[in-house]
């Protein structure tokens, strides 16, 4: 199970109720099983487990015991973390332009400069669309000639007026309702694109050539155009089949692969994807792609055996490289769950994978979601959320996270915290082990915001109430209100409380 916990400066002294020794620490944690069970003096419609305080029903409460000090101590602020599993997810009606097609791609750039990529479908046919004739039109936060479109809601820009190439078109908006074409992106060739990338004013644009092969790359300086950029050809010789592939740049900006590996599996009658992720990194996206540990691997037991399965578009797109269309895997037993066509964001350094998950057991495809608190590290299986082969992808904007899909109802959250979460710190100013003054009840809960310079790496401000206005004393006691304002699936779950102490 992947937890976030919060980094402690000193060990804590005693346990709760207890006086602290003349050692003073810096900092009141409960973020164990063992410090909730020892630390909590009354609790209704909470459980303890596994370290979190999990709601049973849409309410709770939870009183900790007192945590007393030999000296009168300065309280600075309580912060509270939640179990980081993110089924905050709400369905919303389909994202973005109603004429982009296949698998969405997805760019946030920053505050109202929100971007969406796909194959462009043109209107239907009929006396309607033959009747259209375009008309000027402006657009607030658009300083550029727009024109009307048969579209609701969306305007071509000069560069979205180009001629098509049969590959993806860029979309931009700045409310995620209004949204201006400016054209292609990439070229026929590169109609298989599957993820995108930004740094340093640049996008990194991969996609599969052939289908479901080797990941490329087109590096554009330039989204409004019209004109893709420059295509850089292969960016990693994978040596296994899949691809399918998500990117993401690190906090210290190196670009990490994430791509299907179908050598446990035949993909064929699995969605065409894989129980086995492999990852690669490079240090700027274009070539020099190193292969690192799988951050997924749910294979099952290899039987010895190999089989062989055929795929419809390696020779026809690329005969020069594939001389062939069939390929072998390691058959496995028993039957394996598949994920694939990855998509990643990182919020506060968690980060997220979200995929096709087509589970072993059933027909019903949707969008599965991993959690890791390093990118290096082996990622935790942690939900799924929809119906349908998704080929998702996931962007921060307007202050909260939006997850696209190919089919036709997405999905919206606010973030990983659910609400609602109220508080209250008491302290107790004359050691007589009671409280005399208690804060105002007050609701917290995390804030999210760009990071400058990264599109899937996004700030984390933490759940927390300042305690400046609190006077000093020899004890503390915190109480806690849950209150799950949610239809969905998700529940406010506690994995920390931490309150923090002057120096």
């Keep these: 199970m992947m937890r976030r916990r ?31 069970q020892q630390q909590t003096a009354a609790s209704e419609g ?27 101590r300065s309280a600075a602020e309580i912060v509270l973390s939640q179990w980081d599993q993110w089924n905050n997810w709400e369905p919303t009606e389909n994202l973005g ?91 026929k060739h590169a109609a298989w694109m599957t993820t995108a990338e930004y740094a340093d004013g640049k996008a990194y644009f991969y996609y599969d050539f052939p289908n479901d092969q080797d990941p490329h790359v087109y590096v554009d300086d330039n989204l409004f155009d019209g004109l893709p950029g420059e295509d850089k050809g292969m960016a990693y010789d994978d040596p296994s089949h899949g691809s399918d592939c998500g990117i993401i740049r690190d906090s210290e ?18 969605a065409w994807d894989s129980p086995l992720a492999a990852h690669a990194v490079s240090d700027n996206g274009i070539d020099g792609f190193k292969l690192l540990d799988p951050p997924v691997d749910h294979r099952t037991q290899p039987t010895g055996r190999t089989g062989t399965y055929t795929h419809p578009h390696w020779v026809k797109e690329n005969p020069e490289r594939f001389k062939t269309n069939v390929a072998e895997y390691q058959i496995h037993e028993p039957e394996q769950n598949a994920y694939g066509d990855w998509a990643a964001i990182a919020i506060g350094g968690q980060y997220y994978l979200f995929c096709d998950f087509d589970p072993a057991d059933s027909k019903q495809m949707s969008v599965g979601r991993f959690i890791s608190s390093d990118i290096n590290k082996p990622f935790q ?17 307007k202050g909260q996270f939006y997850l696209a899909t190919q089919q036709d109802s997405d999905f919206v959250s606010p973030g990983p915290w659910v609400e609602s979460v109220r508080v209250r710190v008491g302290v107790d100013t004359d050691n007589d082990a009671a409280v005399d003054q208690w804060t105002e009840w007050q609701e917290v809960k995390e804030r999210y915001d ?12 933490p759940a927390r109430l300042g305690l400046d206005e609190l006077p000093a004393g020899y004890g503390f006691q915190v109480e806690v209100k849950i209150d799950d ?9 506690l994995d920390a409380v931490t309150v923090k102490f002057e120096s």
């Excluded at 709601?55 to 409460?61: D, I, L, R, S, W």
């Excluded at 982009?100 to 969406?116: E, F």
């Excluded at 299986?381 to 904007?397: I, L, N, R, T, Y």
């Excluded at 760009?450 to 401000?461: D, L, N, V």
Aim: charged share 20%; proline share 9%; aromatic share 10%.
């Design 6 to 36: 919060i980094l402690t400066c000193t060990l804590l002294a005693a346990l709760a109720g207890s006086t602290a020794s003349a050692d003073q620490p810096q900092q009141w944690d409960i973020d164990s099983q063992q410090q909730w």
């Design 46 to 72: 909470l459980e303890l487990q596994e370290g979190l305080a999990r709601p049973t029903g849409k309410q709770a409460t939870w009183t900790s015991k007192l945590r007393r000090f030999d000296a009168k």
């Design 97 to 187: 332009p109603v004429n982009l097609g296949d698998a969405p791609v997805m760019l946030s750039l920053g505050p109202d400069n929100y971007w969406m990529f796909g194959r462009y479908r043109s209107p239907r046919r009929g006396k309607q669309a033959a009747a259209f004739q375009p008309e000027p039109a402006e657009l607030e936060g658009f300083d550029m000639p727009l024109q009307t479109t048969p579209f609701q809601n969306q305007f071509d820009a000069p560069g979205g007026l180009k001629p098509r190439l049969g590959g993806y078109h860029a979309w931009q908006s700045k409310d995620m309702v209004n949204w201006v074409h400016h054209g292609p992106i990439t070229e």
């Design 253 to 270: 900006g190196r670009f990490h692969l994430i791509l299907e590996d179908w050598s446990p599996i035949n993909a064929r009658t699995h």
């Design 381 to 397: 299986w942690c939900g799924h959320v929809g119906k349908g082969h998704p080929d998702p992808d996931v962007m921060f904007a």
């Design 450 to 461: 760009h990071i400058p310079g990264f599109a899937k790496q996004i700030a984390r401000e």
């Design 485 to 493: 304002q949610t239809e969905n699936e998700s529940k406010p779950v």
